[in-house]
C-alpha cells in the first residue's frame, strides 16, 4: 500500500527480534538497515527510521553487533523468553511519544500468537500504519497490515549502508543498562552483577495487555457528540424481552446513548426471522422508524455484516460516525468489524443479553445489557388494535427488507 502524503515523511519505527527472524547466511549486519529503508522507499515511505534489534546479545557474535551498530541499528539484550515483552512494552512506550502520523514495523514470528489481541485494540483507538515482516507466515491475522515481507526476502543485496555508530545503543533490558559503546556493553554483560540480576529478578516473560482495564461507556467528544449511530439489532439472541413494548426500543436507545453524550441521528436495523415475530411487534418497531429485515437464522450473521459494508461504502472515509451491535453473537461478527474499527474512525457500542465470558479484542466506546437498555423506559406489552380483537391482521406502516 503506496504511501499518502501525511506518511511519506514521517517516523518509522522498527521493532526486530534476532532470534525468529536472523540474519540469513551471505548477508552482514550492516545491509540490515540499507534493505529496510530501500523497501520502505518502495513504498513511497522515507520519513527517519529507528531500528532496534532484540535478542540474547551474549550469543550474538561480536562482528554482527559491530555492523549493526555502525549503521545506526540499537541492540537491546534480553531473555530469549522476554523478548517479546520487552519489543511490546517498547512499542507502547513509542506510541505514547510518537503521535500520528507515524509508522510501526515488526520483524517477528510472535505478532499473531502473542502480540495481536491487545495491539490491535491500541490500534482501533490510535492508528498507525503497521509492517510486518517474518520468518514463518502467520496463518491467521486480524491487524490490519499496511505492508508485509518474508524477512528473508525482504533483505536486499544492496551494499551495507556506509556511516559509523551515531545515535545507536546498546541497551541491557534485564539490569536496565544502556551504553553507547560496545566494549562498555560486552563488559556489563559478562558481569557478576548482571548474571545476578538475571537470575534474581527474572522478567516476566508474559506480555502486558495494556488495554484490559480500559474502562467502558465512555462521555461523547466533541468529534462524536452529533455524529450519526447506525444499530444492527439481532432479535435472534437478544429478542425483545417479555413485559416490554416493542415501541421503547428505539427511544430507549436514544436514551442510553444522549447519558453518554451521543446526540445524532439514530438509524436502527432489526434482523431476524420475522415469521416468528408477532405482528404487533414489528408493527410497534415499524411505528417508531425501525426497519425490519428478515432473514432466516444460516446467514443472519452475513447479512447483517454485508449491510454494514454497504453502509461503510456509503459514509466517507474517516467520518466520525458510531456503529452499535446488540447481539449475543458478536465473535461471529468480529473478524469483518475490527477491520472497519481499525483502519475509520468510528466509536462501536455494543449491547448483549449476557456479559461475555471472555474479553473481545473489539474496542468498545459503550456497553450495555440489552435489558438494562430497555428498563430506562419499562412498558408493559399493550394490544396496539384500537378495537381491542386483537385479530387484525394488517401489515399497513410496516416496511420489510428481505435479506
Known sequence: MKATAEYATANIAVWWDMKD?????????????????????????????????????????????????????????????STSYFMYEDLVKWRRLNPPPATMMIISDQVGDKFTWDLVRLQQRTLYKLFLAYLVKPEYMVLSISEQWCWKKLLSSSPPAAGVQAGAKCYCKSCNYDSEYLNHFKKHLSSYSHSREEYVNPTDHKLVRYTEDWGRNYKATPEFATAKIQVWWDMLTCPIPQGYDARQVRPSIEAAVKELGYYGPVSITSYGDHKHTPLQALQALS?????????????????MFSDMLEWHRNNPPQTAAIIMLISDNVEILDCGLVGLLQENNYNFFLAYSFRPYKMSY?????????????????????????????????????LFKIT
Open 21 to 81: 527472524c536472523p540474519i540469513p547466511e551471505g548477508y552482514e549486519a550492516g545491509q540490515v538497515r540499507s534493505s529496510l529503508e530501500a523497501a520502505f522507499k518502495e513504498q513511497g515511505y522515507s520519513g527517519p527510521v529507528s531500528i532496534t534489534a532484540y535478542g540474547d546479545q551474549t550469543q550474538t557474535p561480536d562482528h554482527i553487533l559491530k555492523g549493526l551498530l555502525s549503521t545506526e541499528v540499537s541492540v537491546a539484550h534480553t531473555k530469549s523468553e
Open 287 to 303: 411505528s417508531t422508524g425501525v426497519d425490519i429485515a428478515h432473514t432466516v437464522s444460516d446467514v443472519t450473521y452475513s447479512r
Open 362 to 398: 473489539l474496542l468498545t466506546s459503550a456497553e450495555w445489557l440489552w435489558e438494562s437498555i430497555l428498563s430506562g423506559e419499562k412498558r408493559l406489552l399493550q394490544n396496539c388494535s384500537s378495537s381491542g380483537s386483537g385479530n387484525d391482521q394488517s401489515t399497513v406502516g410496516i
